[in-house]
């Protein structure tokens, strides 16, 4: 017969503890944005309106919308993306599928590692010297683009990485035992099964391109620009610059106006992961394991 | 499916172009003290002329001087004349700068609005600023601040990287440096609005940055001089002693778009919006 012991007790009093502390930390972690998205939307909410997302600014920037800066923002991320993703997952695709392991990989590796832990202003910096003064694309989107995808590119190819090598090694050499070439089980069968994994890689990379400051405010973002930019070679202005110089370098601006900026970079940001997240649900449904 | 993104691309892309029609690029960078006065003339001159489009940048003025100096500037904005040195590296990238007044600044001293100071002598802010300064206290210059119970004097100064930060230690420092401590401000507004808050606070900034909230002292150079507040009028005739020109610099005599655009920028009505934003113009003009 079993009967429970003071020993008992203690541990199931130690097993509550443990798990009601650890469920408070992962409570705390909601807390912060929370108070972000209430903050914002208590105080930047009235100024939300259609007007707001497609007028010029006017009045010295304290008055209008934000459309020059909602549409270069755009303009970053797209532009970054498609200079990123298919360099971040085709060298993913080989370092995952083709590269030997021996130390030019291992290097490699090393350095996107590293090249991840590169603070955002020193990418700046190399972004000046590279695309705006060598290249001579001058302060342009095409400039900042390319030093927010060099930025980014870590993270794509990391998590482009992760989301190959979980799909089983039994699905290649099955496809390998029936003749494929490397390639064709690449795009038919790896590439089909971690394009979920790929597209969350995406989605990081949007958000946080798309909420830089420093890496754009040298090589492509205008303070102030009173049309929308027509291509790449264009400056623009930015949502995450914008709201930096109406909190910092411009007098008397109405106290909701920055948090009403905030609030369209968030909810862009937030729109663009949605679409990218529908995307994977639709993609991952048809998994087939 | 990658189709189906390329067409979703270029389609967002090319709703984002807009309008039709050819149109001018001017990019104009430099000076966070004639960063609103320049926004405001691209946000005007856009009404003006809409072929023409102006992309002003902040970032101060050495910013806006080596991008003219690499040439990725059509007009650079500075508060100071640019240096030999950086005139002669203009001139060994193929670009000779060509200087304009567009208007000039004031310096204006910042105190709470309860401090019942009235009026410095560049020896005392000195004193307070200054490296080897002594003043600490407000009770070293015999006021007693209300609401200010620790009589320290918190100092409100720029970052080194700002004109307004150069023009101050060369104004009132001479060749001494700033003492430790101050706190340093990435912008002119939170200059301003810490003093607004501070009652122990003193700080300086561009006159067009007073608000209401903030007292602003005369000024005079030394104790048996005028003393003058900060005002346009008091900065055009140069009775005020902390007032400079501030430049715009091209590349060359200005052609094109760009002498359009500066053309305007002198004229009346360039020249009374620069007086609305609180700086003096660079001549007389009669604005209602």
């Known amino acids: ?18 798990k009601a502390l650890f469920l408070l930390m992962t409570l705390l972690l909601i807390l912060p944005v929370l108070l972000i998205l209430g903050v914002l939307l208590y105080r930047g ?16 920037m ?102 190959l090598r979980a799909v089983p090694h039994a699905f290649r050499e099955a ?15 790896v590439l089909p099964n971690s394009i979920s994994g790929i597209l969350t890689g995406v989605i990081l990379e949007v958000s946080r391109t798309a909420g830089e400051t420093a890496p754009i405010m040298f090589t492509g973002a205008a303070m102030f620009m009173p049309l929308l930019p027509r291509s790449v070679f264009d400056q623009t202005m930015a949502l995450s610059l914008h709201l930096y110089t109406i909190s910092m370098n411009v007098p008397d601006v109405p106290e909701a106006l920055p948090y009403g900026v905030a609030l369209v970079l968030i909810g862009l940001i937030l729109s663009m992961n949605a679409i990218s997240i529908g995307f994977r649900t639709v993609l991952r449904s048809r998994r087939k394991w | 499916m990658n189709r189906i993104v390329g067409s979703l691309v270029v389609l967002s892309l090319a709703a984002c172009g807009g309008e039709g029609g050819s149109r001018a690029l001017i990019q104009n960078k430099g000076s966070d003290t004639l960063v609103n006065v320049a926004q405001g003339w691209a946000e005007e001159y856009a009404q003006v002329d809409p072929s023409i489009v102006v992309a002003v940048t902040g970032g101060g003025s050495g910013t806006g001087i080596s991008a003219l100096i690499n040439g990725s500037v059509d007009i650079a904005n500075s508060s100071r004349e640019m240096k030999p040195g950086e005139i002669s590296l203009a001139r060994n990238n193929g670009v000779t700068p060509k200087q304009m007044v567009v208007g000039y600044d004031a310096l204006a001293v910042f105190i709470h609005p309860d401090n019942p100071a009235e009026s410095f002598t560049f020896a005392q802010l000195a004193a307070i600023y200054g490296e080897d300064g002594s003043v600490d206290s407000w009770s070293q210059l015999g006021i007693s601040v209300p609401g200010c119970d620790s009589d320290e004097i918190v100092r409100v100064s720029r970052q080194n990287s700002s004109g307004t930060y150069v023009y101050f230690k060369e104004a009132i420092l001479g060749e001494r440096d700033f003492k430790l401590g101050s706190r340093d401000m990435a912008g002119s507004s939170e200059v301003v609005e810490l003093v607004e808050n501070t009652p122990c606070a003193i700080g300086y900034s561009g006159l067009a940055y007073a608000t209401e909230h903030v007292k602003m002292p005369c000024l005079s150079t030394d104790d048996e001089g005028d003393c003058v507040a900060p005002s346009v009028a008091a900065a055009i005739d140069f009775s005020y002693p902390v007032a400079r020109p501030l430049f715009m610099y091209t590349n060359g005599e200005p052609q094109g778009a760009v002498k359009k655009y500066l053309d305007w920028i002198l004229g009346d009505e360039g020249q009374c919006l620069l007086q609305s934003k609180g700086y003096a113009p660079a001549r007389e003009v009669a604005c209602s």
């Open chain 1, 175 to 189: 496809c390998w035992n029936m003749g494929a070439t490397r390639w064709q089980t690449i795009w038919r069968v």
């Open chain 1, 1 to 18: 017969m079993f009967e429970a012991t003071e020993l008992n007790f203690r541990d199931n009093r130690v097993e509550w503890a443990v």
């Open chain 1, 62 to 163: 304290t008055a209008g919308g934000v459309l020059p800066a909602l549409v270069g923002t755009i303009w970053l991320v797209v532009v970054a993306l498609l200079a990123s993703v298919p360099i971040g997952v085709a060298a993913a695709i080989y370092l995952s599928e083709y590269a030997p392991q021996n130390a030019l990989t291992r290097a490699i590796n090393l350095a996107i590692i590293n090249l991840a832990g590169v603070p955002s202003i020193v990418h700046a910096l190399f972004g000046v010297g590279a695309f705006v003064y060598f290249f001579r694309f001058g302060t342009s989107i095409l400039a900042a683009s390319l030093t927010l995808a060099i930025m980014t590119l870590p993270v794509v190819i990391v998590s482009t990485l992760e989301s």
């Open chain 1, 45 to 60: 909410g009235p100024v939300l309106s259609w007007e707001f997302l497609f007028t010029q600014p006017t009045n010295g």
